[in-house]
Nanobody, 124 residues
Framework: QVQLVESGGGLVQTGGSLRLSCAAS????????MGWFRQAPGKEREFVAA????????YYADSVKGRFTISRDNAKNTANLQMNNLKPDDTAVYYC?????????????????WGQGTQVTVSS
């Protein structure tokens, strides 16, 4: 059974940092594009970042580019999202997702597996 489990969420002040982790099991981790999405109250789930199977290429939403860094460790079946200079607008539930497609997609519909989400709250 495939499981994606996020961790590392919490409450931070504006300008602070958090590092989210996604532990994957039940799948061949290196065969999947890994992505991070977030959903704020009253809003649609939106793309944050994605990384290719080998980790050679990463993609970011404009809203987080330069502040967030996605990474993966295929030996540990783990994907990470380093979030720096956090803003109140970053407040959301953050989800880890896995996509078996060769091409990196930013739409939620393309991802095959999802974690349960972890809450990130940025206060001012």
């Amino acid at each position: 059974q495939v499981q994606l489990v996020e961790s590392g969420g919490g409450l931070v002040q504006t300008g602070g940092s958090l590092r989210l982790s996604c532990a994957a099991s039940g799948l061949t981790f290196s065969a999947y594009t890994m992505g991070w999405f977030r959903q704020a109250p009253g809003k649609e789930r939106e793309f944050v970042a994605a990384i290719t199977r080998s980790g050679s290429n990463a993609y970011y939403a404009d809203s987080v580019k330069g502040r967030f860094t996605i990474s993966r460790d295929n030996a540990k079946n783990t994907a990470n999202l380093q979030m720096n200079n956090l803003k109140p607008d970053d407040t959301a539930v953050y989800y880890c997702a896995a996509d078996a497609a060769r091409t990196v997609y930013t739409g939620t519909i393309f991802y095959d597996y999802w974690g349960q989400g972890t809450q990130v709250t940025v206060s001012s």
